[in-house]
């Protein structure tokens, strides 16, 4: 029974060739369709919306970053990116473009299955939320996001120390207690981020601090708890200072 959609954007015959024949192999994964250019990848994306999709780094008319960037706001389906390519120069560009993983022309089957093998068990998440997430949600432990290719993350409040709004990107940023910062998918409004989220208080248009971090409010900047005692840019704003002091004094 087939329960994942695949496809591929690739216009090396013997690449796309050789991925097509073992991603054939695979019993849960159906091949929809494949594409040899960026033009037919982005028709192909928007018509199957498959679930992991791999894309050629270059490609005749674009770069498969280009591709992505272009459609990313038309996504509204959780879809995992594998760039497939015989260049490992794009490894570090592709990781910063949140691809789900990074496969090399020529590859190894073992390689190929270590990359379903993964996506099979973070895509569980994706296939039932109601089952899996749903109560942790509701409770403000852990929420779910979705970063600028649709990938679907979960979270855990104690991980996160507040959200930075990005004016040049237009979209929120995860500040982590022990990771790099990430990116959201633009359109993602700070009422989403605390919909259901009570331990979460926006501060200023830019800034929604994990209030469990705040220590004090001083001279109308959030001192934090460590790890965030070295930040100095949450500033309060006059607009939501009043909701701030009454859920801090609580």
Known sequence: ??????????????????????????????????????????????QVQPDLLFLDVELPDMTGMELLQDIRDDITWPIKVVF???????????????????????????ELESILNRFRKQHKIVVQPEL???????????????????????????????FRYCSDRKAWEVIFTHEAPLPLR??????????????????????IINIDYLMMIKDSYCVMYPPFEKVTELLVSKKYKKQLLDRFCL
């Open 132 to 162: 899996q997430n749903i109560a942790r949600i509701q409770a403000g432990k852990s929420f779910l996001v979705y970063t600028p290719t649709n990938d679907m993350r979960v979270l855990h409040s104690s991980e996160v120390g507040f």
């Open 84 to 110: 497939y390519t015989a260049y490992d120069k794009y490894m570090l560009q592709a990781i910063r473009q949140s691809a789900f993983d990074y496969l090399l022309k020529p590859f190894e089957s073992c």
């Open 1 to 46: 029974m087939f329960l994942y959609k695949v496809a591929i954007i690739d216009d090396d015959e013997l690449s796309l060739q050789n991925l097509s024949a073992e991603l054939g192999k695979q019993p849960d994964l159906l091949l929809e369709e494949v594409a040899r250019d960026a033009r037919q990848g982005k028709r192909l994306i928007m």
């Open 186 to 207: 633009r359109g993602m409004t700070a009422e989403q981020i605390t919909a259901n989220l009570p331990n979460f208080i926006q501060i200023h248009q830019s800034y």
